[in-house]
């Protein structure tokens, strides 16, 4: 079975930095792409970043380019989302989420087949 833990949430004033990570288990990692979403109270959960399962090419929502950073090690089978410059917009749950492509960057949740548990992340003013 698979399963999608993230870890590394938590409080942080604006212009601060977090990094989460994402350790899968149950299946083999290194083939899929990986996907990052939020969802914040009230809002519809939203695509943040994707990466691709070998080359590693990456995508990013317009909001966040510039500031957030995926990457994975697939020696690990962990993806992370390195996150700069935090602004209090980007309060929200964050979920890791397993594509069902591998070489495709997608950004619609329906293209993505396993889901985390979420981990907060809050950015006080």
């Known amino acids: 079975q698979v399963q999608l833990v993230e870890s590394g949430g938590g409080l942080v004033q604006a212009g601060g930095s977090l990094r989460l990570s994402c350790a899968a288990s149950g299946s083999i990692f290194s083939i899929y792409a990986m996907g990052w979403f939020r969802q914040a109270p009230g809002k519809e959960r939203e695509f943040v970043a994707a990466?691709?399962?070998?080359?590693?090419?990456?995508t990013y929502t317009d909001s966040v380019k510039g500031r957030f950073t995926i990457s994975r090690d697939n020696a690990k089978n962990t993806v992370y989302l390195q996150m700069n410059s935090l602004k209090p917009e980007d309060t929200a749950v964050y979920y890791c989420a397993r594509s069902r492509r591998s070489f495709t960057l997608v950004t619609q949740s329906d293209d993505y087949d396993y889901w985390g548990q979420g981990t907060q992340v809050t950015v006080s003013s």
């Open positions: 990466i691709t399962s070998r080359d590693g090419s990456t």
